[in-house]
């Protein structure tokens, strides 16, 4: 019995911070998002152009106690400790300098370097 209550407990824990995760996104989202502009219609030579060009990167990098940690290498961390061939979700919390990492039925904490 006692594997089974610790899984309920991870799944409980994993639940919370993925809600935490939600709430912390939406609020970034919210803020940087560009203020609407109503939609021209662009000409069709510019439409061309546009579409030749290459999309830009983008990389997120998470910044706690004055320390940053990619999510590039999260990912890649989480990658190495599920499995490659697994997807995966990651929901981090800095505050505890963990990364929690869930593939299919299984969950796992990964700790992650914010100190």
Do not use: H, W
């Not at 939406?26 to 219609?41: H, L, R």
């Amino acid at each position: 019995m006692a594997p089974r209550k610790k899984a309920t407990a991870a799944a409980a824990e994993v639940k919370e911070v993925k809600e935490e995760v939600k709430a912390e996104v939406a609020a970034v989202e919210a803020a940087e998002a560009p203020a609407k502009k109503p939609a021209k219609k662009a000409p069709a030579k510019k439409a061309a152009a546009k579409a030749e060009k290459v999309e830009a990167k983008a990389e997120v990098i998470i910044e706690f106690g004055g320390v940053q940690v990619s999510v590039d290498e999260i990912v890649k961390n989480a990658k190495l400790t599920v499995g490659e061939d697994k997807d995966v979700k990651i929901y981090v919390k800095p505050d505890e300098s963990k990364a929690y990492i869930v593939a299919g039925e299984e969950s796992v904490a990964m700790d992650v370097y914010f100190c």
